[in-house]
């Protein structure tokens, strides 16, 4: 499975520049205007993992595969979006498309780039985009309800659409309904105030090591356990450099991670992915799944006949595969496992199905 993350916000903050920092391509045009971007821009990217580099020297392997995350390039949402204001249902109705929302703030000063507003105020900036959302999902909710005699909607659904529009009628916190019901039942409810969030900072190169007055007014408020402070200028310049001179820059400028690889990190850790791999001589390829996924699930993300068909899964830890050189050692000195249906698949582990078919 592949993840894919929606970045939103208000115009001119940074959205299209960071997209073409993150795909390392100029599909989206940046430029000092609001709706500048209309049509999303959809760019997938490798998900960098230096174990794959490794397993594929042991397995001397033809081909390395990576895992890809795909980013989408939003247009810039305005108050009354939800109205239709700067063709906002158009947009908001993009976001209902993405498995996770990447919320990015404008942190910073320019007399060059149009801010909508009159005052860089990033706090308000995401009450904004969250209202507007908010207020989406409200109509959403009424239309679906009323509609609720004439559609299959099953019980399970209509509690959560019901308990979603008291909470908003209420002004009370929508996300949670993330402690009374599942994560697949949500997600099924398509609201969009439910979507895990990344909150991007977009910050000038003096703030991007240690942030400034708005980073902190707003982690103050919105605490950083899932924001990142990133300067999506510096992110293209990076992109530019060969990877001597991207090493040498992000030491010089204090930076330990690009804003690719936080976003990745961040991404996993929200939407509660893993990664596993196979390796042999044709190819070493890693494949994402979700947390505490089943080996037969697991394997259905190779081929549905591959979970359909599942006998059992030849397993061996990273680690392992690592220090006893692969497959054939790992066997002999008896790190391989035979793990069925029931096993949980780790992250890192390597994996090799049998199968009927």
């Known amino acids: 499975m592949s993840f894919k993350c929606g970045i939103v916000g208000l115009p001119n903050v940074g959205k299209s520049t960071l997209f073409n920092a993150l795909t390392n391509s100029s599909k989206a045009q940046a430029a000092n205007f609001p709706f500048c971007t ?18 594929a020297k042991i ?11 795909s980013f989408v390039d939003i247009a810039g949402l305005v108050k009354g979006a939800s109205k239709g204001e700067g063709l ?60 609720s005699n004439k559609k299959n909607i099953d019980d399970q659904q209509l509690k959560i659409l019901k308990i979603a529009l008291s909470y908003i ?16 039942q ?16 977009n910050v000038n190169e003096q703030s991007v090591q240690n942030g400034n007055n ?37 030491e010089m400028i204090g930076l330990k991670k690009t804003g690719l690889d936080l976003l990745i990190q961040k991404g996993y850790k929200i939407l509660e992915l893993d990664t596993y791999f196979t390796s042999g001589p044709e190819e070493t390829r890693a494949w994402t799944i979700q947390k505490n996924c089943t080996a037969p699930e697991a394997a259905g993300e190779i081929h549905s006949d591959f979970e359909k068909g599942f006998i059992r899964a030849e397993t061996i830890s990273y680690d392992d595969f690592v ?7 790992s066997k002999t000195n008896g790190k391989m496992r035979l793990e069925g249906k029931d096993y949980i698949v780790k992250d890192g582990d390597v994996l090799n199905f049998r199968f009927n078919t």
Not at 59 to 69: A, D, G, L
Not at 114 to 142: C, F, G, K
Request: glycine content about 4%; charged content about 30%; some cysteine.
């Open 323 to 329: 220090a006893n050189g692969g497959w054939s050692n």
């Open 59 to 69: 397995s001397k392997s033809k081909k390395i595969i990576n895992t890809t995350i």
């Open 186 to 201: 949500l997600n099924l409810s398509g609201l969009l105030s439910l979507k895990p969030k990344i909150y991007v900072c």
């Open 214 to 250: 708005y980073t902190k007014t707003f982690i103050n408020k919105y605490e950083q356990n899932n924001t990142l402070i990133v300067s999506a200028d510096i992110e293209n310049q990076i992109n530019e450099l060969n990877l001597s001179e991207k090493k040498n820059y992000m």
């Open 38 to 55: 209309i049509d999303p821009n959809i760019g997938i990217v490798p998900v960098p993992d230096e174990r794959l580099n490794k397993l």
């Open 88 to 147: 906002g249902n158009k947009f908001l109705s993009h976001i209902r498309e993405v498995d996770a929302i990447i919320h990015m703030i404008r942190c910073f000063d320019s007399d060059d780039i149009q801010n909508v507003n009159p005052t860089v105020d990033p706090v308000r900036d995401l009450e904004i985009i969250e209202t507007e959302m908010m207020l989406a999902d409200l109509e959403s909710i009424q239309k679906r309800l009323e509609k």
């Open 169 to 184: 009628d209420n002004n009370k916190d929508i996300s949670e309904l993330k402690l009374q019901f599942d994560k697949k």
